[in-house]
C-alpha cells in the first residue's frame, strides 16, 4: 500500500468570535487540516492542542468574552508543512490591568511553553493596524 499523494499548496481560514465556546470549533477545523497531511495520530493532537492554547491566549489578551473583536485562523498548506496563523486585535490589553500582581504560577507562560514544545517553530507578530499574530510551524516528517 503506497502513502497517499501530499496535497498541493492551499489556504484555509476561519473566524471566530472571541469567546471560549468557540476554541472547540477552531480546534476541529485544524484536525480536518492536518488530517489532510502525513501527520501521525499524536501529531495532529498536537496541533490542536497548540491552536487551543492561541486562540484561549487571543481571548484572554483581547479582553475576554465582552471582547467583540473575533479571531482570525489561516492554515498555509503546503505540502511539507503546515502554518498556522492565530490573528486577533489585543483591544489596548484591556482585559489586563497596566501593572498585572505576580501570580504563584504563570499561565500564560505556561501556554507559549506547550505551543513551543508542540510545534516546530512559534512566532510572534504585532502590529497598531493588523493586531497580533501567533504562526504556529510543523513540518511533515518523512515515514
Known amino acids: 500500500m503506497s502513502l497517499p499523494s501530499p496535497p498541493e499548496a492551499a489556504v484555509v481560514s476561519l473566524s471566530i468570535p472571541c469567546r471560549a465556546e468557540y476554541v472547540g470549533v477552531a480546534r476541529l477545523a485544524i484536525l480536518g487540516v492536518a488530517s489532510r497531511l502525513n501527520f501521525s495520530y499524536d501529531e495532529v493532537e498536537d496541533l490542536r492542542l497548540a491552536v487551543g492554547e492561541a486562540c484561549t491566549s487571543a481571548i ?20 511539507d508543512a503546515l502554518t498556522i496563523s492565530v490573528n486577533y486585535k489585543a483591544n489596548g490589553e484591556a482585559g489586563r490591568p497596566a501593572v498585572e500582581p505576580e501570580p504563584a504560577v504563570d499561565t500564560e507562560n505556561i501556554g507559549a511553553l506547550l505551543m513551543e514544545i508542540l510545534v516546530d517553530s512559534v512566532e510572534v507578530q504585532e ?17
Do not use: H
Open 60 to 79: 484572554d489578551r483581547s479582553g475576554g468574552e465582552s471582547s467583540r473583536t473575533d479571531i482570525r485562523i489561516y492554515c498555509d498548506i503546503q505540502p
Open 127 to 143: 502590529d497598531a493596524e493588523e493586531g497580533t499574530t501567533v504562526r504556529l510551524n510543523k513540518k511533515v516528517r518523512v515515514q
